[in-house]
């Protein structure tokens, strides 16, 4: 069974342009969560969906959305870049069938702003 | 969901069992216990989660205590594969709701010859 996917790996982009990061869930997995990770900050949760629907949102600036699909992919949008918004960007999907959570994390896609 | 504390670092040799406390003292009922690690630069790894009873797998085993006050990850046989970052979370049964997790600075394991 083919684990989550990120899409790209990799990025540089200039402050002020904007970025389009790709999640592809494991293969039955109807959540898809997204978390941001920086040398200062650590791990910190950005969104989750399920069923195309925003389900949580963390503390980030409206610059950072996100959506998913009716195949449960997702993407997350970050506009007007900044410096500090280089980081490691993971997404996350998992099963809801059972009481406990276990996330399968993707490889991540690492921004670096200039 | 409840705060947990963890060593910010702790060292093992290869071939010995790692013990990897963490102090969730103000857990309640329907929490759970899950543990991640992240191996440098890859996505956080599930390794293994509890509710009241110590549970193991191929990974790992958990050990809670009897108030649940406090968990012990333990790794039979570190490797030096095992050299990670371990993060200890507390979360209640949201089955049907949001599943964010909240990662802390976690224990920086690492496995020496």
């Known amino acids: 069974k083919a684990g989550v996917t990120q899409t790209p790996r990799y990025l540089i982009k200039t402050r002020g342009q904007q970025v389009t990061l790709s999640c592809s869930p494991i293969?039955?997995?109807?959540?898809v969560s997204w978390y941001q990770q920086t040398p200062g900050q650590g791990l910190q949760f950005l969104f989750e969906y399920f069923s195309e629907t925003q389900r949580n949102k963390g503390n980030f600036p409206g610059r950072f959305s996100g959506r998913q699909f009716s195949n449960s992919r997702s993407e997350m949008n970050v506009s007007t870049l900044e410096l500090g918004d280089s980081a490691l960007y993971l997404c996350?999907?998992?099963?809801?069938?059972?009481?406990?959570?276990?996330?399968?994390f993707g490889p991540g896609t690492r921004l670096t702003v200039l | 969901d409840a705060k947990t504390t963890q060593p910010p670092s702790m060292d093992c040799a290869e071939g010995r069992a790692a013990n990897l406390p963490c102090n969730h003292s103000t857990i309640s009922g329907n929490e759970y216990v899950y543990w991640y690690r992240q191996i440098h630069s890859q996505g956080p790894q599930y390794i293994i989660h509890g509710l009241k009873n110590n549970e193991t797998n191929e990974m790992a085993s958990l050990i809670i205590t009897e108030d649940r006050k406090s968990s012990t990850l333990i790794l039979p046989h570190a490797t030096l594969r095992d050299t990670a970052v371990y993060y200890c979370?507390?979360?209640?049964?949201?089955?049907?709701?949001?599943?964010?997790?909240?990662f802390g600075t976690g224990t920086r394991l690492q496995v020496t010859l």
């Open positions: 996350a999907s998992s099963l809801e069938d059972r009481g406990y959570n276990e996330q399968f």
């Open positions: 293969s039955g997995h109807r959540s």
């Open positions: 979370i507390v979360r209640g049964d949201h089955t049907g709701t949001a599943s964010k997790l909240t």
